[in-house]
């Protein structure tokens, strides 16, 4: 079974990742959301900024005099500067430790180091398998060669059938990333949003050159060539800037620059900015406004949560050098990589290189710090960085938003604080409370063969309680597959004085397992999490389960 975490949320939680959505570069404070009301507290802010020059190399010989922050216009003070240039697990140079400067008095947040984060992002709707075979392979290089202990990595597909899909969490166990990837098919390329614009306007052009038939004449002739095959073309472009402006959206939620390495042949550029052929008659042709008004919409929205696409083109090299540019996607990549501050790439054949040009310009970078009173708003805060010497290139992000109650989230901004509770050690959006959970073996039991048993402190549970509470229950294999689920609302505001007790039935076959209870606050979004580690033997009816 592969890893396919939030597929599995998909089916069995019935949470289909219909959209997708942090950006800040900042970390936020893990405040109390108690009864919606929030303090305005004293928080540190982290920018990352990378720095080169004329030629493209990073520059690393900055201090932070060097730099000057603006914050909604407003100039910042930076107390807090680190600088790194991290190696790969091969070099036997370290990364060079962060100096960093004291922080002011009153009630902050403590710094945390920023690391890298990646996502390989691989698209079945745009993409064909040759291009996709070499995704694989650049892919994987990139996890073998390229990453640094500490780098967080967490790996996406789309395609028209499945939409989005999460198949692993950002997480830095890179065998984890690596056996996903190494795990898809061919077959994965489903419901794939075929390129028909190549055989569009060719068919069109000739249809009408043969008949003198010219200028708003064409719009006449146009339903006869593949229109129905373009209109499907165009909905499945509009649906797929929607889903990853969705992305663009969750990704606010998680702290610094999220690297998006993006494996595509790109949508039909003619549908996004218009096609010109050859013939003057058709130079009035823009494209489709629905479809260029939502990818440029997608484009601002990962721009603005810090998500830099790093666009790595499909498209077989031998077809990319006969067919017209304008019916493939090499604009549309182009642009995106543009607007969000990574780069276009157009010959994956290349990819080791490729991949050292993105260490390169994301493994040496600064941390520049500075204090904000924070506000539980959801605004956006435009931000901008300079350097004072002169001839260096900024990449920075533009700009950060501020928090919001956990009432005013999307459905998949709930997905995703639900996924970072559940799976990480260290949640990025709060201190969960801890609580003991026990597992039992149950023999014969008609519920369940495996029961969890969750003791809830009342005491410790103030800030979680109340009328709509969700329980869920997880259970994971040892490829952290999850093989068991379940969840239910209760009503928490009537708890008893001293402990409560919450029990679950799980059914699931011999072998080692990871359990874990998430109880959150649907209108808060104050959690506590709950595990245990058992192991099932073959004799599941004679022997007890082994705990960890």
């Given at each position: ?27 936020q ?26 030629d ?21 003070k ?25 922080k ?8 945390e ?18 291009g ?8 994987l ?8 202990p ?32 190494d795990?898809?098919?061919v077959?994965?390329i ?28 064409f ?49 039909a550029s ?11 008659s ?9 479809v ?11 721009a ?50 490729i991949?050292?040009e ?20 959801g ?35 709930k ?15 709060q ?42 229950s ?28 919450h ?15 998430v ?26 389960p082994?705990?960890?």
């Amino acid at each position: 079974m592969k890893r396919q975490l939030f597929f599995v949320f998909c089916i069995v939680f019935v949470l289909i990742i219909n959209q997708f959505a942090f950006g800040s570069i900042a970390i936020q404070k893990k405040t109390s959301q108690k009864d919606l009301r929030h303090e305005v507290t004293v928080t540190l802010k982290l920018i990352q900024v990378y720095v080169t020059d004329k030629d493209g190399n990073p520059v690393m010989d900055l201090g932070i005099d060097d730099f000057e922050i603006y914050d909604k216009g407003e100039r910042k003070k930076i107390t807090e500067f680190e600088k790194y240039t991290l190696a790969l697990p091969s070099d036997e140079k370290k990364p060079e430790e962060p100096k960093v400067k004291p922080k002011p008095e009153g009630k902050t947040q403590p710094s945390e180091k920023m690391t890298r984060k990646f996502f390989l992002f691989f698209d079945f709707a745009y993409n064909n398998a040759t291009g996709f075979k070499k995704s694989k392979e650049a892919a994987l290089h990139f996890v073998d060669t390229q990453l640094h202990p500490t780098d967080e990595v967490g790996v996406l597909s789309y395609s028209s059938l499945k939409s989005l899909v999460l198949h692993e969490y950002l997480t830095t166990d890179h065998q984890k990333v690596r056996e996903v990837v190494d795990g898809f098919g061919v077959r994965e390329i489903l419901g794939r949003a075929y390129n028909v614009e190549a055989q569009y306007w060719q068919q069109g052009e000739s249809e009408c050159a043969e008949k003198g038939i010219l200028g708003s004449d064409f719009n006449l002739m146009k339903g006869k060539y593949l229109e129905l095959d373009r209109k499907a073309a165009k909905f499945n472009a509009s649906e797929y800037s929607l889903k990853i402006k969705e992305l663009a959206k969750a990704l606010r939620y998680i702290p610094g620059q999220k690297h998006i390495l993006l494996f595509s042949s790109g949508i039909a550029s003619s549908l996004v900015y218009g096609h010109s052929p050859p013939r003057r008659s058709f130079r009035n042709w823009f494209g489709d406004t629905t479809v260029r008004n939502r990818y440029e919409n997608m484009m601002k929205e990962l721009a603005a949560s810090n998500a830099p696409v790093f666009a790595l083109d499909t498209e077989e090299l031998g077809s990319a050098v006969t067919r017209d540019d304008e019916v493939t996607g090499h604009r549309s990549l182009s642009q995106l990589s543009k607007n969000t501050g990574g780069k276009y790439y157009d010959n994956l054949h290349d990819y080791e290189e490729i991949m050292d040009e993105i260490q390169t310009l994301t493994g040496s970078y600064y941390v520049l710090g500075y204090y904000i009173d924070e506000k539980w708003d959801g605004k956006y805060h435009k931000i901008k960085v300079k350097v004072k010497k002169k001839g260096y290139k900024i990449h920075a992000q533009g700009g950060y938003y501020n928090p919001k109650p956990f009432n005013e989230y999307s459905k998949l901004e709930k997905q995703i604080h639900l996924v970072d509770l559940a799976l990480t050690e260290r949640p990025l959006f709060q201190d969960p409370v801890r609580f003991p959970l026990k597992a039992s073996h149950t023999p014969g039991e008609e519920k369940g063969n495996l029961c969890f048993i969750s003791q809830i402190p009342v005491e410790k549970f103030e800030e979680i309680s109340g009328e709509k509470v969700e329980i869920v229950s997880l259970v994971f294999d040892e490829k952290d597959d999850i093989v068991a689920f379940d969840r239910v609302e209760m009503d928490f505001s009537k708890l008893p004085d001293d402990e409560f007790q919450h029990t679950c039935y799980l059914s699931i076959p011999p072998g080692e397992y990871k359990c874990r209870v998430v109880i959150r606050n649907m209108k808060t979004g104050r959690g506590a999490v709950g595990s245990v580690s058992v192991a099932i033997l073959e004799d599941s009816n004679s022997e007890q389960p082994h705990f960890k």
